[in-house]
């Protein structure tokens, strides 16, 4: 049987490496060893853990540019450059297999997903004995909870949404042991309904084990505690339409009335003021997950970095015709001061600044509060179908922490499906510029718009997820294209 290698992972710069500081996510590696003497001392496991997050903030993954893609193939950005290199293609959906934004995301995903893989293994095989059981449990649910982002990740652009067929479509290969060397590694896809299977199994394996929260605010932002892998869970059922259940996750870290606040593990709850969120320290209790980067240790490159895209090198500026044109959006409202003006090649632009540093040391938002609030308030709307009071304070509490101005009442809304609408365009707003827009014209069936010279996407259209990774095709025979 041909032998082959489909997920390079080196294992000294996994297994071998220490922590720059107690709770640092940039590992440095210290020496070669062997994968059973990796799992021997309790600074080697915790490294291990500590990479697995800089896996998920590479690059092509959660450091950029897989925001990059889920905002550029929706309709709030014009490409100013027509550069391949920084997702042009994406951006007019004329990608191939072997397209740098395809094979470059899917090997970044799946690399994350054999670094969580390799980790849970080696713990099963004595990691556990080497720093105790309830330790053990922690970080092992951390590995599951990053497994089930990544997994989720693929989906939204490798697979059809899944109220397409109710998740029988084709998904991805689901793959759970860990690869560290030479095999034959043929699979077949697994339907979009088992991945989100496993997804939920990894995420509610990850709820049980995670701590509360922990000492420190940095660790409550950018490593997985219990109300991160409930909060990931709401994102998640409302990607399968599963609105009652996004509500029976959102409700353990929502209160009952606002302000809305998470009552148990990590005080989760709203900045007073957004922009909080998007500055120093970064550590906000908005923040559920964020990716963060260190100036000198493990910033995003330039041509990568959210920073990059939509401000400092202005590869793409805001569609005149996109939701900056909305009248309800108002100009006091303080999402508005996260947009910049300028001009570019002599024509007056909008530029998207909430990822401004340069070298680009901004957090990158993984999933916040706001969201939590929002799809917790669409999911009863849509659930119950109608006009709820609790749905529309919901509403009113993202929205009149950046506009006090604006409150919507039952009035506001002649029909339930205002009040969708409502939140669509909540979230358009609250979240541009981090990677959501895209997802949620997926799940809800809607077509990609027109943006430029740029046509809309139908649902049913080819082009509505991207073609399967040119790498894949090659080395497992089992694998099919979309």
């Not at 590694?185 to 979009?192: F, G, M």
């Not at 409930?230 to 009652?244: D, E, G, H, P, W």
């Not at 100036?295 to 939701?323: C, P």
């Amino acid at each position: 049987m041909k032998r082959k290698i489909i997920y390079t992972l080196v294992l000294a710069a996994v297994m071998a490496t220490s922590c720059r500081k107690e709770s640092s996510l940039n590992p440095k590696s210290v020496n070669a060893v062997d994968f059973e003497s990796s799992f021997s001392t309790p600074d080697r496991i915790k490294a291990q853990v500590l990479g697995i997050y800089s896996g998920l903030k590479a690059n092509d993954f959660y450091g950029g540019r897989y925001i990059v893609y889920n905002e550029v193939r929706a309709d709030n950005y014009i490409n100013l450059t027509t550069n391949a290199v920084t997702a042009y293609q994406v951006w007019n959906f004329t990608t191939s297999n072997n397209a740098q934004e395809v094979t470059g995301f899917w090997n970044a995903a799946y690399s994350v997903i054999n670094r969580c893989n390799l980790f849970i293994d080696g713990m099963a095989a004595g990691g556990a004995a080497t720093v105790g059981t309830a330790l053990a449990a922690n970080y092992v649910g951390e590995a599951k909870m990053v497994r089930a982002i990544a997994y989720y990740s693929l989906l939204q652009l490798y697979a059809r949404p899944y109220w397409d067929g109710n998740g029988s479509k084709p998904g991805l290969p689901l793959r759970l042991k860990g690869n560290s060397g030479a095999g034959d590694y043929d699979l077949a896809r697994s339907t979009v309904g088992q991945i989100y299977t496993q997804i939920l199994a990894d995420l509610n394996d990850a709820e049980a084990a995670l701590p509360l929260s922990y000492t420190a605010a940095y660790d409550n932002t950018v490593r997985g505690h219990r109300n991160t892998a409930i909060a990931f869970k709401t994102r998640v059922y409302l990607s399968m339409q599963r609105y009652t259940d996004v509500i029976t996750e959102a409700n353990k870290i929502v209160s009952s009335s606002a302000p809305y606040t998470a009552t148990t593990g990590v005080a989760n709850a709203l900045q007073a003021n957004v922009a909080n969120v998007y500055k120093t320290p970064y550590t906000t209790t908005e923040s559920i997950l964020s990716s963060p980067m260190t100036v000198g240790a493990d910033i995003v490159g330039g041509q990568n970095a959210l920073g990059s895209y939509f401000f400092s090198v202005r590869e793409y500026k805001l569609n005149d015709a996109g939701i900056v044109a909305d009248a309800g959006w108002k100009t006091t409202d303080a999402r508005r001061a996260l947009i910049t003006s300028a001009t570019v090649a002599n024509v007056p632009s909008q530029l998207m600044a909430k990822f401004p540093s340069s070298p680009y040391s901004d957090y990158v938002p993984v999933i916040r509060y706001a969201e939590v609030l929002l799809s917790l308030g669409e999911a009863i709307a849509r659930s119950t179908n109608s006009i709820d009071a609790r749905a529309i304070s919901l509403l009113n509490a993202v929205r009149q922490r950046s506009d006090a101005t604006t409150t919507f009442t039952a009035a506001n809304f002649a029909t339930p499906q205002a009040l969708f609408d409502a939140f669509l365009k909540e979230r358009n707003i609250e979240f541009l510029g981090e990677g959501l827009r895209s997802p949620d014209l997926l799940r809800l069936g809607l077509d990609l718009p027109a943006k430029g010279t740029v046509s809309a996407v139908p649902a049913s259209d080819r082009r509505y997820i991207f073609p399967i990774s040119q790498s894949e095709l090659l080395y497992n025979r089992l694998m099919t294209d979309n």
